[in-house]
């Protein structure tokens, strides 16, 4: 597999994140365990998790794969987490740097780490102020259990201005939604992510799983369109828009002989401003099918088509 580079740190991660939301939850420990031996067996690095998926058991579960595998070396992992989501509570975001040093502490414990590598802000905290976010930064990256810090889920202006106040090569980006029908980061995020040299992590490259044209025709009984947790996030994206998206996307793909998640994910990824896409499978299977796909390039004629396409829909 592939490396990026994040320029303002030289950072190297693996242009595909092995996304863990759903370990612990619908993916069991079995099916965790392969792709995790899958992914690195394929020269993955990065691996994504958070403190809230499923309750921190996706944590817990990663943290017992790098332990028990005899094969790699843990200083060759980029494992990345996130804290300051709260869920089923009255305050649901908590930058403040109590909140998030606890947070970081019990990840860690779950984890079974010393540190992680990237720390994630998981979303925007309209209670605490910029200036009290940038400082939180910096007295976590101090705290060294975290290499990096970065943010998910802010605007662009948030980001500038924190990495103007941050004033560290250790602020490193963000992680936002991007895919062929979620296309917000072309507006303002990519060109202040390359004026700062910071890094742009995609989320839900796959579009929620609806790039995939699994969702064509109906709603499998076993998609996460059709789960009680996760149902109304995918659902969200089946409008008549994304719909026609999604079937030009599927007879660009039947031209070229391969699939549409193959060519959503390669989409993703020929934009020079993603530094990696992160990408979740519910089994071993899906996931080899995204490995596959790095196998392939994209026409730039296609590419264009796509674009116009999905910008016009």
């Not at 649901?92 to 109590?98: A, D, E, P």
């Not at 659902?235 to 959503?264: F, H, I, P, W, Y």
Request: aromatic share 8%; hydrophobic share 40%.
């Amino acid at each position: 597999m592939k490396s990026r580079v994040i320029a303002n740190c030289g950072l190297e991660i693996s242009e595909i994140g092995l996304g863990t939301m759903t370990w612990g939850r619908d993916t069991d420990e079995y099916e965790a365990r392969e792709q995790f031996d899958l992914f690195v067996q394929d020269g993955g690095t990065y691996i994504d998790t958070a403190d809230v998926y499923s309750d921190g058991n996706s944590e817990k579960l990663l943290g017992q794969f790098i332990a028990e595998n005899d094969l790699i070396d843990r200083h060759d992992l980029v494992i990345a987490t996130k804290g300051g989501r709260i869920r089923n509570a009255e305050r649901s975001i908590n930058n403040t740097y109590t909140y998030l040093s606890k947070a970081l502490d019990l990840s860690l414990e779950r984890l079974n780490l010393d540190f992680v590598d990237i720390y994630f802000l998981h979303a925007h905290d309209v209670e605490t102020p910029l200036d009290a976010i940038a400082e939180n930064i910096t007295q976590l990256l101090e705290s060294k259990k975290t290499r990096y810090v970065a943010v998910s889920n802010f605007s662009a202006w948030q980001i500038t201005y924190l990495s103007e106040k941050v004033s560290s090569q250790r602020f490193i980006g963000t992680q936002n939604e991007y895919s062929l029908i979620k296309r917000d980061p072309e507006t303002e995020m990519f060109g202040a992510l390359a004026y700062l040299d910071l890094g742009f992590f995609a989320w839900s490259p796959l579009g929620r799983g609806v790039l995939t044209g699994k969702y064509r025709n109906s709603i499998p009984a076993d998609s996460r369109a059709a789960s009680p947790h996760l149902g109304q996030f995918v659902r969200s994206m089946l409008t008549d828009s994304n719909q026609k998206t999604v079937e030009a996307l599927s007879t660009a793909a039947s031209g070229l002989g391969c699939t549409s998640l193959e060519l959503a994910l390669l989409w993703v990824l020929q934009n020079p401003g993603v530094t990696s896409a992160i990408t979740g499978a519910r089994n071993a299977a899906q996931l080899r099918t995204i490995l596959h796909a790095l196998n392939s390039e994209l026409p730039e004629q296609i590419y264009s088509a796509l674009n116009e396409v999905s910008l016009n829909h």
